[in-house]
């Protein structure tokens, strides 16, 4: 494979069946700073980026970017490329058997039944028209904190630091996006910087409700999470473009940074990528958010 992502392992990881829920295999991705580039804290000060929905783009991008960053900028001190030398990118999401990953192919229905099914807030019309909260996307969330960060950082990775000294983001794109931000309202403290890619938010605008009236959202606020959001500047064209999935994409992006800063949330954005629409956003999302 391609230097950037040979370093990276593969590890089956399964949710156990609950509350009528089936079981959900999830492969997690790691990639630590390469070794001749790796500074001597890496360990004692990590720097972790967990990326959603990593397959078949996100985390072979992030993991590529991150590792010539670490290269180029390994003599560099006191600066904020300096990062890369102690960033693990983490990758969590559907197992690759699940939607048919090979060389060869996926199968793309079956990863967008998927995304539709654990990841928005509410019971999507195609998987259940009943709209009713998902206990999927809840499930997955919950076990983001409780089950998947103490499974790479202390079984993985081997974090012997104490967790002040661990620093935590959260990325993801489209769908993810918004499963990102509800890991926000529900383990505030857990990351420090979520990275939203197109966040989903014109599909399920009641989330900016819960932004607004959540408690939590207030303790995002106090434990000064950032959010940094991204959108394709072409996803102002709307369905207009076969790339683009909603005619109020940008919209809902800037309604949403709008609810955020008004609950104190340190957010920054909307940040466009010139030329983009939603399907080509991811690669330049990458390089922008890993320099956030």
Not at 249 to 278: T, W
Request: hydrophobic share 40%.
């Amino acid at each position: 494979g391609a230097a950037g992502v040979r370093r990276a392992v593969k590890k089956r990881l399964v949710l156990p069946a609950r509350d009528g829920l089936p079981a959900l295999p999830l492969d997690v991705l790691v990639a630590g700073p390469p070794r001749k580039h790796q500074s001597a804290d890496c360990m004692d000060n990590p720097l972790v980026l967990y990326v959603l929905d990593p397959e078949p783009v996100l985390f072979a991008a992030a993991a590529t970017f991150a590792f010539a960053q670490a290269a180029y900028f390994a003599d560099v001190t006191g600066s904020e490329e300096a990062m890369f030398s102690r960033l693990f990118i983490v990758g969590v999401g559907h197992s690759a058997d699940s939607f048919g990953l090979t060389g060869d192919g996926l199968d793309t229905q079956r990863l967008r039944s998927l995304r539709r099914r654990d990841f928005p807030p509410w019971n999507h019309k195609d998987i259940n028209p009943d709209g009713a909260a998902n206990k999927h996307a809840y499930r997955f969330v919950d076990a983001l904190t409780k089950v998947v960060v103490p499974f790479v950082e202390k079984k993985l990775l081997g974090f012997r630091c104490e967790e002040k000294h661990v620093r935590r983001g959260l990325l993801g794109a489209s769908y993810s996006a918004v499963l990102a931000l509800q890991s926000l309202l529900h383990h505030p403290g857990t990351f420090q910087h979520f990275l939203l890619g197109s966040p989903s938010v014109c599909f399920d605008t009641d989330l900016l409700d819960e932004i607004r009236n959540s408690d939590s959202v207030a303790v995002g606020a106090k434990t000064k999470a950032r959010v940094s959001i991204f959108l394709g500047a072409r996803e102002r064209e709307g369905l207009r473009l076969p790339g683009n999935v909603h005619d109020q994409m940008a919209q809902g992006a800037e309604q949403l940074l709008r609810v955020l800063q008004k609950r104190n949330v340190v957010a920054d954005g909307v940040h466009e990528l010139p030329g983009e629409d939603h399907s080509t956003m991811k690669l330049p999302f990458i390089s922008r958010a890993l320099t956030a």
